[in-house]
């Protein structure tokens, strides 16, 4: 049995601490916040859970052989360094870092260890939706893909988000699933944007990027941030033989009283739930195989490498270039 500490126990880390103990043969012997009664709470169902409020006693904790990481994005690459020096294997929630200097910190350090410990936390690889598109686009159902395009949208914070943030912590999503989905690099990016507040020029509400990958097939990713209706995300592949779509969300489509209609998801948790699950199920039985698996800490790297030049491109108003990328050896 795999023993488990977790980092963070806000709504994703509270989630990973129940999937992880209901549906996982692994124990969770641990868990860190800040906030210890919300940590308590967190594992009240949970025998004997150490509850610590400082990431050092966790990681150095030796009844916690790995380790997943669900505290706010900024401190994701400084707690993976930590779990990478103590050789603790470790789930990470997306993203890797919130630059890209921390996320290439993060990569070196792996790549000096020598051997994968990370696995980040992209779970659209892992939801059903998802798995069926890419297991369509695998068997050749499509032919050669020509293009990718999603939509993913969701109910306004209290306080408008700025450009960077949409784009790092939400669209960085959709980055991945586009080079997962068409296993291309991305060759350039051009952003244009819909601000959140007029006086301040740095929020958005509505991103939309073009990605042109290497291979010359293309990409488009809408990202509304405000969309007023719920949270949804929707994939298309277009193919030179065919496309193919996501499923909807499974809420069954209802007709009362002459109006037709389906329901909309109010957050991430609720419409990636069964995907979650399947996740750290993977996870775990990758530990208790010895055995890497999942996206990689090169994919948490590569997806920032994309969002950086977003980023640049939103700030610049033109497209920009995307590095060209050598993958190190150990994530052949």
């Not at 400082?54 to 707690?79: N, W």
């Not at 610049?316 to 190190?328: C, D, I, K, T």
Request: net charge negative.
């Amino acid at each position: 049995m795999v023993k488990v500490g977790v980092i963070g126990t806000g709504g994703m880390g509270s989630r990973h601490v129940r999937n992880l103990h209901r549906y996982t043969p692994a124990e969770v012997v641990a868990v860190m916040d800040l906030d210890r009664t919300r940590a308590e709470a967190a594992v009240n169902f949970i025998p004997g859970c150490a509850v610590y409020t400082d990431v050092g006693a966790l990681i150095e904790d030796p009844q916690v052989e790995a380790v997943v990481i669900a505290s706010p994005d900024s401190f994701h690459a400084s707690t993976a360094l930590r779990c990478i020096a103590a050789g603790k294997p470790t789930l990470c929630e997306k993203p890797l870092a919130t630059t890209l200097e921390d996320a290439r910190k993060v990569l070196d350090a792996e790549v000096a260890y020598g051997r994968r410990l990370l696995m980040l936390a992209f779970m659209r690889e892992y939801d059903p939706a998802h798995r069926a598109l890419k297991d369509a686009a695998e068997r050749g159902d499509l032919g050669e893909l020509l293009m990718m395009r999603g939509t993913h949208t969701g109910y306004a914070d209290p306080h408008p988000r700025t450009t960077a943030d949409v784009i790092v912590n939400s669209a960085i999503h959709d980055i991945h699933s586009a080079r997962w989905l068409l296993q291309q690099e991305v060759e350039q990016v051009y952003v244009r944007r819909v601000v959140s507040d007029s006086a301040r020029p740095e929020t958005c509400r509505l991103l939309v990027t073009q990605l042109t990958f290497r291979n010359g097939s293309l990409g488009v990713l809408e990202m509304n941030t405000e969309s007023g209706f719920g949270y949804q995300v929707d994939v298309e592949l277009t193919g030179s033989l065919g496309a193919a779509r996501t499923a909807r969300a499974s809420a069954p489509m209802m007709r009362l009283a002459g109006r037709e209609f389906q329901t909309i998801d109010d957050d991430w948790l609720i419409r990636f739930d069964p995907a979650y699950i399947l996740e750290v199920q993977a996870w775990v039985q990758s530990l208790m195989e010895g055995r890497p698996s999942g996206p990689s800490t090169w994919d948490g790297y590569a997806a920032m490498v994309v969002a950086d030049a977003c980023i640049k491109s939103s700030e610049a108003g033109v497209p920009q270039a995307v590095p060209e990328l050598l993958r190190p050896s150990i994530y052949a």
